[in-house]
Nanobody, 127 residues
Framework: QVQLVESGGGLVQAGGSLRLSCAASLRTFSRYTMGWFRQAPGKEREFVAA????????NYAESVKGRFTISRDNAKNTMYLQMNSLKPEDTAVYYC????????????????????WGQGTQVTVSS
């Protein structure tokens, strides 16, 4: 039983920044790779970024590399996504997710490997 709650979404102009947070009700949060995914209307849910249980390894979609930064604070059971230089094409519902298997990193960009999901938070970037 895992509960993930995203926050921090909103409306921002192109070029602006937002920081998303994901609070996890998970006793063993520090054992799991976490990820961010997003879904725009009419499109498939896509990978954005992932971070390993210890915060050392990270992975980013090419479309956000250099603009977004994923991080986590295991003491607070919280994951973050700092989003800078936002573009209209970043507009989507952003979802927080936890990997199904402890200490698993490989294929961290595959949403099929994430078994727990938050409700999503809307990010809208105006041009």
């Amino acid at each position: 039983q895992v509960q993930l709650v995203e926050s921090g979404g909103g409306l921002v102009q192109a070029g602006g920044s937002l920081r998303l947070s994901c609070a996890a009700s998970l006793r063993t949060f520090s054992r799991y790779t976490m990820g961010w995914f997003r879904q725009a209307p009419g499109k498939e849910r896509e990978f954005v970024a992932a971070i390993a249980w210890n915060g050392v390894m990270t992975n980013y979609a090419e479309s956000v590399k250099g603009r977004f930064t994923i991080s986590r604070d295991n003491a607070k059971n919280t994951m973050y996504l700092q989003m800078n230089s936002l573009k209209p094409e970043d507009t989507a519902v952003y979802y927080c997710a936890a990997h199904t298997t402890a200490f698993m990193w490989t294929n961290s960009n595959n949403l099929a490997n994430f078994g727990s999901w938050g409700q999503g938070t809307q990010v809208t970037v105006s041009s």
